[in-house]
């Protein structure tokens, strides 16, 4: 099981404080919702889920 450091919504002013405070290699997901941008965090789920995807027939012809 892999486990990834998320750190969700966080204010932009807060986001280098959270990387030197917590852990350096923090991901920072924005606020987002499919109305507006879809896609806005395939930057942070993209890598979680690639291996994975290969293993579904319906993904493969992509």
Known sequence: ????????CVP???????RES???DILIAESS???FE???NGH?????VERYRWGC???RRH
């Not at 932009?12 to 959270?18: A, R, Y």
């Not at 942070?44 to 979680?48: K, L, S």
Request: with cysteine.
């Open 1 to 8: 099981m892999d486990i990834h450091k998320l750190g969700l």
């Open 22 to 24: 917590l852990n350096k």
């Open 12 to 18: 932009k002013p807060l986001q280098e404080f959270c």
């Open 44 to 48: 942070i789920y993209r890598p979680m």
């Open 33 to 35: 919702h499919d109305l």
């Open 57 to 59: 027939p319906l993904c």
């Open 38 to 40: 879809n896609n806005i």
